[in-house]
């Protein structure tokens, strides 16, 4: 793997380590991230609330603000509906905790994986039946029209707060307002935010609404700034930018979730293993708290994921435990279907798509295997799961190469039920008897969306490049100020270069690389690769590699550690 340093003004550079006082690998990373003036590098590395810009383009914005406004004023019960993945559980939860602290009589709801994608018709009716007069989705809605329709035949508006791809602006929707920043004529000038992140712009406006109508003089006014929690928990697990609004939504949202004052958070934090005294970072998120809140949801109820975000302190530690049950058994699937579609690659060129069908496979573990599948091969992934009675196959999808899977399936339309999602991240139905035809479809859709490029490059990016003495705490402190880390604004990645290794060890279950490196001046650090235990590495070898600075703590000794992302054997 060849490391190669990214191309950055050096006079940029040094303005900005000084006026920060940051070590220039720092201002390094900065500039690279196109953050070049000290002023704006002070806001990226301190994100404030008085820095979002105000929803005033969101194109349904106005028209729903006021009609949850007259819902509550007039004391109609309000339904609240979430997809089953974290972005929907956490936008049920927001405007189920916003709604209840400002009066409202509210119904809450999630999806139900074997019922479908998003909301159905029968999750219309129920909320009908359970006295709704209006009903709120969250992360779904935008191309569930039939279900929508069936509330509106019933006399119930739907109000939509989604960002999933709209369709043609051809057919008009049918929900009382759609709240969506890809809408056509949407304004606002950032379409990255996850649904949970739309839900607290809806919140607050709602808050402001209220406040200016007087209804917070006989009762307390919720602070919005409880609810960052619930945005930093779906934004990072939705895989969107962690750029602009995302950005200072899900700094802020950490800084919550450290504090661990929701009582689910908290007793989720301690059934995961995270001691109360680490950090609570988009990586704890990512690996700890994510796939446990989506577990539920993958094997089938996502409802209590949902309980465990609205639990009390009574409640919350027997939530806690029914979600780490389900992401055991999940973890348990994922393996055995992570087997069987490797097993299937086999040896075979992948091409410009992978596209694997599988008989009985869960449902719920396929957008995992998708995603890793991407990570291995570097190719957008196509992965169903076909119920063997009815022949009805649930696929998701995961994307490589910058490829629109939106667009994919879009081209590969004819061989679908339904399909939705984004450009990063998709789902849809299909027959088991369209399998042949829809793996020729994508392959050519993504083939076309590629121009025919593929991702063949084997050149890495690094953000600059540092002697072994360089790397220290302060250093590791400085660029885990530029966090949180993630789509758009990954980890910073340093090289160090021509490093011995003096020492080797594969640790955990041989999957990890523990080494000691020491460069020609005998300043010596350990390092960690993580999934890099295969790596033919050998004390006496040279090599350069690619990391992000960390702190380790054993036995009460801090010391600098390099994480190590990828290597290349010099000799």
Known sequence: MQLRLRTVDDRLVGKLATALRVKPATARCLVARGVSEPQDAQSFIDPRLAALRPPAGLAGMTKAVTRIADAVQRGERIGIFGDYDVDGVTTAALLTSFL?????????AVARRMAGYGFTKGAAEDLVARGCNLIVTGDCGTSDLEAIQAAGAAGVDVIVVDHHTVPSAEIAHPAYSLVNPYRADSTFPFRGMASVGLAFYVAASVRTELRDRGWYRLRLEPDVR??????ALGTIADLVPLAAENRILTALGLRRLQSRVRPGVAALLASAGVDSEREVDARTVAWKLAPRINAPGRLGEAMPSLELLLADDQAAAG??????????????IQDKVMK???AMMGDRDPGSAIVLAGEGWAPGVVGIIAAKLVDKFQRPAFVVGIDRETGIGRGSARTAGG?????ALSAAAPFLDRYGGHAAAAGFTMRRESVAELTEALS???TRLAEGSGPTSTARDVDAEVQLDEVDE????????LGPFGQENPAPLLVTRHAKVTGVRRVGDGSHLKLTVEDSRAITRTAIGFGLGDRPVEVGAMVDLAFVPTVSTWQGRRSAELEVADLSILS
């Open 226 to 231: 409880d609810l960052l929690d619930l945005v």
């Open 474 to 481: 302060r250093l590791a402190q400085e660029l885990a100020g």
């Open 340 to 342: 069987e579609a490797l």
């Open 100 to 108: 209840r602290a400002s009066g409202a009589a509210v119904e809450p």
């Open 319 to 332: 939530c806690a435990q029914v979600l780490e049950e389900a992401n055991t058994e999940r973890r348990s």
């Open 403 to 407: 490829i629109n899977l939106y667009k």
């Open 444 to 446: 050519t859709a993504v």
